[in-house]
């Protein structure tokens, strides 16, 4: 749904070379074309055509002064996009017990004084009782650390995957259907869901599991790839497209690039998560990209 609604902003002032991009994307998977079809369709609705209307008088002149005529159905777009699509997980949020939005983390301690950094726009329902510790990572990110108890580990649920541990600290990852596993101190074995595969994760390994399976094991670099629990995105001659995609999630609204040769473009640098914008100016920067601000929408060509 975020692709497809990406896409419904960018095609707005779209080129031949991003449409034929889009007709790529449209046809590389079936529900491709059902969430595009969907975020259209929510669009164009009446009641949301009104509410666009009704936003777009509400904006001070001041406000819109700054914004090209071009570009205001975007910000418009942009603005009610974002609130319409905060309930779009709505089942699986009311299965959690706790709920981050985007750009926040928050901390948690279960009752059997297991310490749970929850990272953004994330969901999370722990159950512990004397005979059991369990949770679930419905969507999102947590660093968990587990104290220790002979006997009952804490069990952890992901997607395709669930994990033990005990006297433990690791991260998990849940997103678009893939499970990361990183391994800080301790050990942690991680199983499939369905069928037998399993392995045991030690401190400084990682792994991610997906609708392919198991993936192979590797090493850890804490520095980097925990570097959101000490608030920083840290990135090592990354690509522009891989570098966003993070940036992304942190930043409650849309960033979209409109030139695809930045795409490819390597990132080096360490960034304060806690102002995505920030880092997307800095990235444009670095980069020689112009960066167009707008309310819930930012563009970079």
């Given amino acids: 749904m975020d692709q497809a609604l990406t896409w419904l902003i960018e095609l707005e002032d779209a080129d031949d070379a991003q449409h034929a991009r889009f007709r790529e994307w449209l046809n590389a998977d079936p529900a491709h074309e059902c969430a595009f079809e969907k975020a259209r369709t929510i669009w164009n609705s009446q009641a949301v055509q009104q509410a666009a209307v009704s936003v777009e008088q509400s ?156 993936g192979h094991r590797e090493k850890l670099d804490p520095v980097r790839d925990l570097a959101w629990v000490q608030g920083r995105l840290i990135f090592d001659n990354c690509p522009l497209s891989e570098v966003l995609a993070e940036v992304r999630r942190y930043y409650p609204g849309w960033i979209i690039n409109t030139n695809p040769q930045l795409d490819r473009l390597a990132v080096t640098g360490n960034y304060r998560l806690d102002n995505p914008l920030d880092v997307v100016r800095s990235l444009a920067h670095i980069t020689s990209a112009s960066v167009r601000e707008l309310p819930a929408l930012v563009i970079l060509n």
């Fill in 59 to 214: 904006h001070r002149p001041s406000m819109w002064q700054r914004v090209r005529p071009h570009w205001k159905p975007l910000a418009t777009a942009a603005v009610l996009l974002v609130g319409l699509f905060n309930f779009s997980n709505l089942p699986l949020k009311l299965q959690a017990q706790h709920l981050t939005v985007v750009g926040e983390r928050q901390r948690l301690e279960l009752d059997d004084g297991s310490k749970v950094l929850l990272n953004t726009d994330s969901a999370f329902s722990s159950t512990i009782t004397s005979t059991q510790r369990s949770a679930r990572l419905l969507q999102g990110e947590a660093y968990i650390t587990v104290p220790p108890r002979p006997g009952l580990p804490l069990e952890i649920e992901a997607g395709p995957v669930r994990m033990s541990a005990n006297s433990t600290e690791f991260s998990v990852r849940y997103l678009e259907g893939v499970t990361q596993v990183q391994v800080q101190r301790g050990a942690v074995d991680v199983r499939a869901t369905r069928g037998d595969a399993s392995v045991s994760l030690a401190a400084g390994e990682r792994i991610s599991v997906g609708p392919g399976g198991f």
